[in-house]
């Protein structure tokens, strides 16, 4: 099974700040990499798909990169709605996999 | 608009069992791979099973493979999760999602979630 490792579990940042959240996977995935946003009590939203593609409606301050293995969400200039729990996800095989998560906190 | 709304959570006894439904509306069912998500109290997203178009392909985490059951009905729109022999680690919210149709966007539409709760 492919495993997805998330870092960093928790982050600390302001508003205005670059935000950086990495995800690697254990194998080749391809490009098959989603993040999604999730706030207390509710159903996580899709941010980025195929790695770098911004799902409709998403603002224009989220980004996403990939270097082999290595995924990335950029958070540009981070605001007061960002402040949420972030998880990666492939979807190369069948069986999915999530990432661990990473909470960005003030 | 698309909507996916679950039903069928509750309180169950540890070897028991539950049959969670999600029906689907605004949208093309039968062209989408559906899943089930499962989030524990205060941890991660725990994918938990996903079927195929007509249903003749399912697969299913680690955790589960074996006690749950996942089934679709595109006639009725609808996606099951059958849980048999529940455990305490079964507790969670479950998520039905919109997994594939085939091009590059995934689990794009959720579901409010159903809670699960195993215990004694």
């Known amino acids: 099974d492919i495993q997805m490792t998330q870092s960093p579990s928790t982050l600390s940042a302001s508003v205005g700040d670059r935000v950086t959240i990495t995800c690697r996977a254990s194998?080749?995935?391809?490009?098959?990499l989603a993040w999604y946003q999730q706030k207390p009590g509710k159903a996580p939203k899709l941010l980025i798909y195929?790695?770098?593609s911004l799902e409709s409606g998403v603002p224009s301050r989220f980004s996403g990169s990939v270097s082999g293995t290595e995924f990335t969400l950029t958070i540009s200039s981070l605001q007061p709605d960002d402040f949420a729990t972030y998880y990666c996800?492939?979807?190369?095989?069948?069986?999915?996999?999530f990432g661990g998560g990473t909470k960005v906190e003030v | 608009e698309v909507q996916l709304v679950e039903s069928g959570g509750g309180l169950v006894q540890p070897g028991g069992s539950l049959r969670l439904s999600c029906a689907a509306s605004?949208?093309?069912?039968?062209?989408?791979?559906m899943s089930w998500v499962r989030q524990a109290p205060g941890k991660g997203l725990e994918w938990v099973a996903n079927?195929?178009?007509?249903?003749?392909?399912?697969y299913y985490g680690d955790s589960v493979k074996g006690r749950f059951t996942i089934s679709r009905d595109n006639a009725k729109n609808s996606v099951f999760l059958q849980m048999n022999s529940l455990r305490a680690e079964d507790t969670a919210v479950y998520y039905c999602?919109?997994?594939?149709?085939?091009?590059?966007?995934?689990?794009?539409?959720w579901g409010q979630g159903t809670l699960v709760t195993v215990s004694s």
């Open positions: 999602a919109r997994d594939w149709s085939g091009n590059d966007r995934t689990f794009d539409y």
């Open positions: 605004a949208f093309t069912f039968s062209s989408y791979w």
């Open positions: 079927i195929n178009l007509d249903g003749s392909a399912k």
């Open positions: 194998q080749s995935i391809n490009w098959w």
């Open positions: 195929k790695a770098s």
């Open positions: 996800q492939q979807y190369n095989t069948y069986s999915r996999t």
